[in-house]
C-alpha cells in the first residue's frame, strides 16, 4: 500500500521561502511520475507542479519561476522548492502518486 508523508509546510512572511517534502513508501517509485497539488479555503484542488519518472516539470503558470519541483530517488522523496512566497500561495499542499494522496501540510504566507 502506497504512503505519503508530507512536511516542510509552516509559516512565513512574504517573499520568504519553504522546501516541502514528500516521502514516498509502498511502491516503485523511480519509474512513476508525482505531483504537487494545494488546496486552499473555499477554493477546489489545483495541480501546481508535477515531475516525470525522467525528471521532465511542469508548473501553475503563477508559480512559474518561484516553485522547483525534484526528486531523489535514492531517498523515494519529491521535493517542492518554494520561493518568493506570496499570501495567494496559503494553502494545504498534498502529494500525489499512484492515485494516493498524502496528509497534506499548512503553508501560510503573512505578514
Known amino acids: 500500500q502506497v504512503q505519503l508523508v508530507e512536511s516542510g509546510g509552516g509559516l512565513v512572511r512574504p517573499g520568504g521561502s519553504l522546501r516541502l517534502s514528500c516521502a514516498v513508501s509502498?511502491?516503485?517509485?523511480?519509474?512513476?511520475?508525482v505531483r504537487w497539488y494545494r488546496q486552499a479555503p473555499g477554493n477546489q484542488r489545483e495541480l501546481v507542479a508535477s515531475i516525470t519518472s525522467g525528471g521532465s516539470t511542469n508548473y501553475k503558470d503563477s508559480v512559474k519561476g518561484r516553485f522547483t519541483i525534484s526528486r531523489d530517488n535514492a531517498k523515494r522523496t519529491v521535493y517542492l522548492q518554494m520561493n518568493s512566497l506570496k499570501a495567494e500561495d496559503t494553502a494545504v499542499y498534498y502529494c500525489y502518486f499512484q492515485s494516493s494522496w498524502g496528509q497534506g501540510t499548512q503553508v501560510t504566507v503573512s505578514s
Open positions: 509502498g511502491s516503485i517509485f523511480s519509474i512513476y511520475g
